[in-house]
């Protein structure tokens, strides 16, 4: 059974930093896309980064751009987040495509002013 955990959430002041991480337990192949994602109160979902895959560009969001980093492979994902805003306040969700799309429970950050 694929399981995609989340870790590493917090809270913390803005300007600090926080890094997040995505296990991904069980077999899988033909992994496409791992991505995070993130959800604020009373908002869409919204893609924040997708991580390079078989030689593929990895991609941040404009909103996240020069402050966050995606990194990892397909065991495990991170999210270097750092400069936090109180806006990056959100519950972030690890994602994955393969045949299916598979999500994590999420991790909250709350970033404080």
């Known amino acids: 059974q694929v399981q995609l955990v989340e870790s590493g959430g917090g809270l913390v002041q803005a300007g600090g930093s926080l890094r997040l991480s995505c296990a991904v337990s069980?077999?899988?192949?033909?992994?496409?896309?791992m991505a995070w994602y993130r959800q604020a109160p009373g908002k869409d979902r919204e893609v924040v980064a997708t991580?390079?895959?078989?030689?593929?560009t990895s991609y941040v969001a404009d909103s996240v751009k020069g402050r966050f980093t995606v990194s990892g492979d397909k065991s495990t994902m991170y999210l270097q987040m750092d400069s936090l805003k109180p806006e990056d306040t959100a519950i972030y969700y690890c994602?994955?495509?393969?045949?299916?799309?598979?999500w994590g429970r999420g991790t909250q950050v709350t970033v404080s002013s």
């Open positions: 994602h994955l495509r393969a045949y299916r799309d598979y």
């Open positions: 069980g077999t899988i192949y033909g992994i496409t896309i």
């Open positions: 991580l390079g895959l078989g030689g593929s």
